[in-house]
C-alpha cells in the first residue's frame, strides 16, 4: 500500500488502518476446557508460538504481511504470480485484495475479556470471541470458535455493504462511524475492479482445502480440483448477486483467487518477508515494513503444512482441470 495514504489524515484508508490495528487473532490456553485468554501486551514469543491460531500478529500486520507478500511474489515473478496473463490489470487487484481480505475479522467493536478480569486494560477485541460472526446476513457454515470456516463470507459481506465495517465503537450503535467501502476502493486504485476482489476475499480460505490430508492420487486430487473449481464458479455467482454483477469466472480471476489463498497462508508469519540477500529491497522504499517480530518455528504453517513443497503442484492442477472444462 501506498505510504502516502497513511499520511493523509482524512483518508479512508488511513482510518481503516487505525481500526483494524485494534483487533489480534489472539492467543489462549486450554484450562479444563475453558479458554483463558494471553492478553496480547502480556504474552511473549514463547507463550504466542505454543498457543497461538492460524497467524501471528494482529489483523492489521497479518494484512500487511499478505499484501507484502504478495508484492514479493510479483517482483521475484513466482509461478503462483507468472500464471496471471493479464498482470498490468491484476497486480493492482491481488494486492488490494491480500491487504483487505480479513476484514471481516475486525471493524465489529466485540470484545473479550481475559478471566478474573479487573478493568478494561484485560479487555481486548478479540477475532475469536465466542460472539463473532453471528450476523444473520451471513450464512454460516460449520461453526468453530476460531470463525475459520466463515469468517471468508463475512468479509466478502463487509466488502459488499451487507455488514458495517466500525470505525469507532462507542456504546450507543448510532454514534459510530462507518468505514467508507467505495472510498477505500477509489483510494487503493480498485473500485472498478471491486467484483473481482469481493471474489477474491470471498475464496481466500478455500485452496487451503485442497491440502487437507493430502493425497498424491491423482484422481482424489482431481476431485479435490473440481471441489475448488466448482465454489470458485459459485462464488462469482453468488459474489455477483448481491453486487449485481455479472462475474465471469475466468483462468487469471482463479489464478489471483489461487495467489492470495497461499500469501495469506505463507503470511501467517512474517519470516519470508525477510529478504536476507537483499534485506532493504524486497518492497519499494515507499511501503510500510512489517512492524511485528518474526514468528518462526513448526507453527509456522507455510511450512508445517506443507504448502511451499505443494502450492504450485495444486495451482498447476486446478488451473488445467479450469481450462479442460473451459474446452468443452
Given at each position: 500500500?501506498?505510504?502516502?495514504?497513511?499520511?493523509?489524515?482524512?483518508s479512508?484508508?488511513?482510518?481503516?488502518v487505525?481500526?483494524?490495528?485494534?483487533?489480534?487473532?489472539?492467543?489462549?490456553?486450554?484450562?479444563?476446557?475453558?479458554?483463558?485468554?494471553?492478553?496480547?501486551?502480556?504474552?511473549?514469543?514463547?507463550?504466542?508460538?505454543?498457543?497461538?491460531?492460524?497467524?501471528?500478529?494482529?489483523?492489521?500486520e497479518?494484512?500487511?504481511?499478505?499484501?507484502?507478500?504478495?508484492r514479493?511474489?510479483?517482483?521475484?515473478?513466482?509461478?503462483?504470480?507468472?500464471?496471471?496473463?493479464?498482470?498490468?490489470?491484476?497486480?493492482?487487484?491481488?494486492?488490494?485484495?491480500?491487504?483487505?481480505?480479513?476484514?471481516?475479522?475486525?471493524?465489529?467493536?466485540?470484545?473479550?475479556?481475559?478471566?478474573?478480569?479487573?478493568?478494561?486494560?484485560?479487555?481486548?477485541?478479540?477475532?475469536?470471541?465466542?460472539?463473532?460472526?453471528?450476523?444473520?446476513s451471513?450464512?454460516?457454515?460449520?461453526?468453530?470458535?476460531?470463525?475459520?470456516?466463515?469468517?471468508?463470507?463475512?468479509?466478502?459481506?463487509?466488502?459488499?455493504?451487507?455488514?458495517?465495517?466500525?470505525?469507532?465503537?462507542?456504546h450507543?450503535?448510532?454514534?459510530?462511524?462507518?468505514?467508507?467501502?467505495?472510498?477505500?476502493?477509489?483510494?487503493?486504485?480498485?473500485?472498478?475492479?471491486?467484483?473481482?476482489?469481493?471474489?477474491?476475499?470471498?475464496?481466500?480460505?478455500?485452496?487451503?482445502?485442497?491440502n487437507?490430508?493430502?493425497?498424491?492420487?491423482k484422481?482424489?486430487?482431481?476431485?479435490?480440483?473440481?471441489?475448488?473449481?466448482?465454489?470458485?464458479?459459485?462464488?462469482?455467482?453468488?459474489?455477483?448477486?448481491?453486487?449485481?454483477?455479472?462475474?465471469?469466472?475466468?483462468?487469471?480471476?482463479?489464478?489471483?483467487?489461487?495467489?492470495?489463498?497461499?500469501?495469506?497462508?505463507?503470511?501467517?508469519?512474517?519470516?519470508?518477508?525477510?529478504?536476507?540477500?537483499?534485506?532493504?529491497?524486497?518492497?519499494?522504499?515507499k511501503y510500510?515494513?512489517?512492524?511485528?517480530?518474526?514468528?518462526?518455528d513448526?507453527?509456522?504453517?507455510?511450512?508445517?503444512?506443507?504448502?511451499?513443497e505443494?502450492?504450485?503442484?495444486?495451482?498447476?492442477?486446478?488451473?488445467?482441470?479450469?481450462a479442460?472444462?473451459?474446452?468443452?
Amino acid at each position: 500500500m501506498d505510504a502516502k495514504l497513511y499520511a493523509q489524515p482524512d483518508s479512508e484508508t488511513r482510518k481503516f488502518v487505525a481500526a483494524l490495528k485494534q483487533y489480534r487473532h489472539t492467543p489462549f490456553r486450554l484450562e479444563n476446557g475453558q479458554r483463558e485468554y494471553i492478553h496480547p501486551s502480556k504474552y511473549n514469543a514463547v507463550e504466542f508460538q505454543k498457543y497461538r491460531k492460524s497467524h501471528g500478529g494482529d489483523v492489521l500486520e497479518h494484512s500487511q504481511w499478505t499484501e507484502l507478500q504478495v508484492r514479493m511474489w510479483i517482483r521475484d515473478n513466482n509461478g503462483l504470480y507468472t500464471a496471471i496473463k493479464n498482470k498490468a490489470e491484476y497486480e493492482h487487484i491481488v494486492i488490494a485484495a491480500a491487504f483487505l481480505h480479513d476484514i471481516g475479522k475486525g471493524g465489529d467493536c466485540i470484545k473479550s475479556c481475559m478471566e478474573k478480569a479487573k478493568d478494561q486494560e484485560d479487555c481486548f477485541y478479540d477475532t475469536l470471541s465466542n460472539e463473532k460472526y453471528q450476523n444473520q446476513s451471513v450464512q454460516r457454515m460449520e461453526a468453530t470458535h476460531e470463525g475459520d470456516r466463515v469468517h471468508p463470507q463475512y468479509s466478502t459481506a463487509v466488502m459488499t455493504g451487507k455488514i458495517p465495517f466500525y470505525l469507532t465503537c462507542e456504546h450507543n450503535i448510532e454514534q459510530r462511524k462507518k468505514l467508507n467501502i467505495d472510498k477505500i476502493l477509489h483510494e487503493l486504485g480498485v473500485w472498478q475492479w471491486r467484483p473481482a476482489v469481493f471474489v477474491i476475499i470471498d475464496m481466500h480460505w478455500e485452496f487451503g482445502v485442497i491440502n487437507v490430508s493430502p493425497s498424491k492420487d491423482k484422481y482424489v486430487l482431481r476431485q479435490k480440483y473440481w471441489d475448488y473449481i466448482k465454489k470458485f464458479v459459485d462464488s462469482c455467482e453468488r459474489v455477483g448477486s448481491i453486487i449485481n454483477i455479472t462475474i465471469k469466472p475466468t483462468a487469471d480471476l482463479l489464478a489471483a483467487c489461487i495467489l492470495v489463498a497461499c500469501a495469506d497462508i505463507s503470511a501467517g508469519v512474517n519470516e519470508r518477508l525477510r529478504d536476507k540477500s537483499h534485506p532493504e529491497s524486497f518492497v519499494p522504499n515507499k511501503y510500510p515494513r512489517p512492524m511485528a517480530e518474526v514468528y518462526t518455528d513448526t507453527l509456522n504453517p507455510w511450512v508445517s503444512f506443507g504448502m511451499g513443497e505443494r502450492a504450485l503442484e495444486y495451482q498447476q492442477g486446478v488451473l488445467s482441470l479450469f481450462a479442460e472444462i473451459c474446452q468443452q
